[in-house]
């Protein structure tokens, strides 16, 4: 019958019981998976390659007619795909040797529903202490306390249900009743839907030892993994490949969306409300030295890339900030984009030392056509058209702290093909020679300097000056007088 030990375990124990020849106990028994049924004259077809082997188990006494693994039962992470496993069998050693009992995977939640799991590379298949069960005179079963999830991919049919008080299951498998969570597993037919959810509600007072309540941690307590010469490790990372006709609509990898609802219990200005925050630190030398640097650390880094065969997008674009105040709003302090010198800053790079800065990872990249650009083609005009200014300096938080600086702004090192500066009618070459229609000096209203071919004639303040190009001695340069009255200089 289905699920039951093997035909030669049946004969041992003929013999034995009836004092025909001595069954000796096998030193351990070896647990195997199937990817087709066993029977009880026959073995299964048994998962081969991949990384897979039989896995040595240990069983203990459920009860006056069933026995259990002792000890989690883990098989070694499949390095290729291994197919769709719904048995098992055990045996008397890791190869070959005597077949004992075999059994179908089955649904905890009813433990009769065939089970079947896709094993895929990467994955791994573990049995918890007390779910993989033999029975006297019936089927090997896996107990309803839950079988053996794969820690990646893979497939599990049915319900799984994590019980105890509230429902809730942390990374240690402990029950707390602190958070309610619960985890669906669904598949998106026409109706938007979470693959897997996670619902909790706070109220009261936190008074844990921890410097911040988390909602859901990961944790990595410990790191020492050689991830090679270019590969590393992600605490946390997301994959999300789409594509096909029928892909319509936005898709973001990672969103989170942070909403206040009510007022809070704050009374200090200094309480931030952040919906993605990130902190990356050090403390060690990193094998570095004072000739030669090592370690590069990053609060955030993002790459937007197309690639060869991405041709006529509209736009690809590394990072975008969008900032709105609505009608009716009152705010003090409204900023696109800050860096903020964080607090007991004290060392400058020996090498480079900026605030906000444009590179690229090759001199073969072709290069911005605009480094910083206040109006995007593809939108409009962001400056207060009365009021703005495109880039200024502001008031220090306390007035006793002075505002200044070596230069204002450092060109030197760049080689201009037309000019350092220009804007209408007025331009600064890169060696430095000016050019502009009319110079002013003073106030608004001071002395100019314009030139032109003809004699002058419009009316300048007093103390103007008019170069005639081409004028012959004394008919070069021209001080105004004031009403439209110019006079020659003598001799020049």
Known sequence: MSGSASQGLEQQLLQHTLGIAAMAAPARVWVALCVSSPSED?????????????????????????????ATIEFPAATTVWGAVGYFEIWSDQTGAERLYWGPLVDPADGVTPLLLNIAAGDVVRFSPGTLSVLVAEQPVLTAGGPYLPLTGGTVTGTTTFSGAGNALNVTNTVTAATHRVFRNSTITTAPDRGVSSFI?????????????????????????????AGGLYSTYIGHQFGGSNTKGHRTGAFVSLQQTAKSGNLDKNKYFTAIGADASSNVNDNGTAGSFVGNLFGFNFLSRLTSGATFWNSVVGGEIDIVATAGVSVGYKEGFKVVLWQNDAVQGSVADYGIGLAASSAATLGFRI????????????????????????????????????????????????????????????????????????????????????????????????????????????????????AAVAGV
């Open 201 to 229: 509600s706070y109220s009261g007072t936190y008074t844990g030892a921890a410097q911040v309540l988390s909602s859901n941690s990961l944790v990595v307590s410990g790191d020492n993994v050689d991830g090679g010469a």
């Open 42 to 70: 026959a073995g299964g077809t048994e998962v081969s390659g991949g990384g897979y082997a039989r896995v040595a188990a240990m069983f203990s006494m459920l009860s006056a007619n069933a026995a259990t693994n002792a």
């Open 371 to 486: 480094g910083l650009n206040f109006c995007s083609q593809d939108g409009y005009w962001p400056i207060d058209i009365a009021n703005g200014t495109l880039i200024g300096a502001g008031t220090p938080f306390s007035a006793a702290i002075p505002k200044t600086a070596k230069l204002g702004v450092d060109f030197s090192s760049i080689a201009f093909l037309e000019a350092a500066y220009k804007s209408t009618g007025f331009q600064v070459d890169g060696a430095g020679i000016v050019t502009a229609s009319t110079v002013q000096t003073g106030t608004t209203s001071g002395p100019t300097w314009t030139t032109g071919t003809a004699a002058p004639t419009a009316t300048a303040p007093i103390g103007s000056l008019y170069s005639r190009v081409g004028g012959a001695v004394g008919a070069t340069l021209y001080v105004s007088r004031g009403a439209g009255t110019w």
